[in-house]
């Protein structure tokens, strides 16, 4: 079509109408993304990056081109955390245009090389698709890791609505996914802008169309033949509580709040329950902001009062550390009948800014005086209840990341997440966050109960289906029990659970090289 010809591949705009359009495509590439999932807006977005970059005239140019397409993409793709800053605005509102750039245009700097790469390899198109896929998908990747590892907004996301092709990350995770829908969208866009092409290379266009084929055969076949149970040694019960993130902090709300919770956990608990069932009670990330005081308190006596022998309550908890200076973390333990409370875990990966501000010990010495929570030290261990299914723990963001808390060697029935969106409001950042349930599901083939103060609780099923949930900024609760998907009696371990991204990675490697011999050979 010549007017997409004209519009995409135009060697003619300056750098200024260039970096604009840059700028533009990559805002529009958010609306793929969730809560919005506009997936056709791909298709424009990404391939004008893709010409543009590959006709750039400089290296410096096609580095701008990507940068400027990143940095829109990050501004308002990752807004959302600095709302966290309005919660407490008297200490760091004047923060939060200075960060937010900060931290976009640190962002940006991966798709920068995107473009850059994409020029300075520069073959023919079919060669360059196949270059710009790699190069995208290794960026996600690296953004995995660099800069404390932020993977958030990644391209496989545009497909959340569409279940069956979600199925392959079982297999190659949330980055084969990436790769896929780079390499599926550049190839059907340049048919579409420059047609004669299809002719010419009909054997790569046809392996195009045959993996699309391919990937959503694989996902109906799996959906409808994979044989998932329910496990019913126990009954879990989600409590969402919808606390305000500044009543949550305000001390002469910590009764109320706490009060809030008891009485949503304990509401109907008999009449819901045969007599034989046990119930695990799992509260939100940080739902108990100070357990000394409150456990003097008599509203914790009601939990020795509601509980059976053999039933427990997981929460999040604000730990505190007595040393020289106190520290601070972000835990889970769990509290029996008989009031005994054990801790569990402490939060590895902390939010930057959110959490932490970057460079604290530096800017403390400039007179600020910033405290964030200290990393965990403890090993991610299963944990192990008398007659619970065993399961892992993950707090907030952690569950972002693909494939860092898996262990096929020492696997779980199911994974926990306790989370706090209160801080982000109500902004894109809550169904953004909660969309990485569905792919560490499906990846892990394990069902995850999600928990939120506020946010979105959810059960998702080993094969990313939402059995039930609770919406952002509603209060409530769920029973569900975990789901496990056999084969041959046995709990299914997927590709992707023992191999984790080593395999998309080789994939990668191996597209990668085998192209660049071939633009050596020419």
């Known amino acids: 079509m010549k007017f997409l010809d004209k519009f995409f591949c135009s060697p003619n705009y300056n750098k200024r109408i260039k970096y604009i359009y840059s700028f533009f495509f990559g805002t529009l590439l958010v609306l793929c993304l969730p809560p919005?999932?506009?997936?056709?807006?791909?298709?424009?977005?990404?391939?004008?990056?893709?010409?543009?970059?590959?006709l750039s005239k400089s290296s410096r140019e096609s580095f701008l081109i990507g940068w400027f397409f990143g940095f829109a993409f990050f501004l308002f793709g990752v807004y959302w955390i600095f709302n966290s800053f309005l919660i407490r605005s008297?200490?760091?509102?004047?923060?939060?245009?200075?960060?937010?750039?900060?931290?976009?245009?640190?962002?940006?700097?991966?798709?920068?090389?995107?473009?850059?790469?994409?020029?300075?390899?520069?073959?023919?198109?079919?060669?360059?698709?196949?270059?710009?896929?790699?190069?995208?998908?290794?960026?996600?990747?690296?953004?995995?890791?660099?800069?404390?590892?932020?993977?958030?907004?990644?391209?496989a996301h545009t497909w959340l609505n569409f279940n069956n092709i979600l199925q392959i990350c079982s297999v190659l995770g949330v980055y084969g996914l990436t790769f896929f829908t780079v390499l599926i969208v550049l190839s059907v866009s340049i048919i579409l802008i420059k047609e004669k092409i299809l002719k010419k290379n009909i054997f790569y266009f046809s392996s195009v169309f045959i993996s699309i084929f391919l990937i959503i055969l694989f996902g109906y076949v799996r959906l409808n033949n994979l044989n998932s149970s329910i496990d019913n040694s126990v009954k879990f019960r989600v409590v969402q509580p919808n606390i305000k993130q500044k009543d949550k902090l305000d001390i002469n709300y910590l009764e109320e709040n706490f009060k809030k919770i008891l009485d949503l956990s304990f509401s109907n608990k008999l009449g819901t329950l045969n007599s034989s069932e046990n119930l695990i009670i799992i509260w939100p990330e940080t739902a108990i902001t100070d357990l000394n005081y409150l456990s003097k308190s008599k509203l914790f006596n009601k939990i020795k009062l509601n509980l059976k022998k053999n039933e427990y309550i997981i929460s999040g908890f604000f730990r505190i550390e007595q040393d020289k200076s106190p520290k601070f973390y972000n835990s889970v333990l769990v509290i029996d009948k008989s009031l005994s409370k054990t801790f569990i875990y402490d939060k590895k990966h902390l939010v930057p800014f959110g959490e932490y501000i970057p460079f604290s010990g530096i800017l403390n010495k400039l007179g600020f005086n910033f405290i964030g929570l200290q990393k965990g030290k403890n090993s991610n261990n299963l944990i192990n209840l008398k007659n619970t299914p065993k399961f892992k723990t993950l707090i907030c963001y952690e569950i972002i990341f693909p494939g860092k808390y898996s262990n096929s060697k020492n696997k779980?029935?199911?994974?926990?997440?306790?989370?706090?969106?209160?801080?982000?409001?109500?902004?894109?950042?809550?169904?953004?966050?909660?969309?990485?349930?569905?792919?560490?599901?499906?990846?892990?083939?394990?069902?995850?109960?999600?928990?939120?103060?506020?946010?979105?609780?959810?059960?998702?099923?080993?094969?990313?289906?939402?059995?039930?949930?609770?919406?952002?900024?509603?209060?409530?609760?769920?029973?569900?029990?975990i789901v496990v998907v056999k084969k041959n009696n046995k709990i299914i371990k997927t590709i992707y659970s023992r191999f984790g991204n080593a395999l998309i990675i080789l994939i990668l490697i191996s597209f990668f090289c085998f192209f660049l011999k071939f633009k050596l050979k020419n």
């Open 90 to 155: 008297d200490i760091f509102i004047y923060l939060i245009p200075f960060c937010l750039i900060l931290l976009s245009s640190l962002l940006a700097i991966f798709t920068g090389l995107v473009s850059f790469f994409n020029y300075k390899l520069k073959r023919n198109l079919i060669a360059n698709i196949i270059f710009f896929s790699v190069f995208w998908t290794l960026s996600e990747i690296l953004r995995g890791y660099v800069f404390t590892g932020f993977p958030w907004n990644l391209i």
């Open 412 to 481: 779980a029935v199911f994974l926990l997440n306790l989370t706090n969106d209160a801080w982000f409001g109500n902004t894109t950042g809550p169904h953004q966050h909660f969309a990485n349930t569905i792919f560490r599901a499906i990846e892990e083939g394990r069902n995850i109960i999600r928990v939120a103060n506020t946010g979105i609780s959810a059960s998702v099923d080993p094969l990313g289906r939402i059995i039930q949930k609770i919406d952002l900024n509603n209060e409530g609760t769920f029973d569900t029990n």
């Open 36 to 54: 919005y999932n506009f997936w056709i807006l791909i298709f424009p977005s990404i391939s004008f990056l893709f010409f543009q970059s590959y």
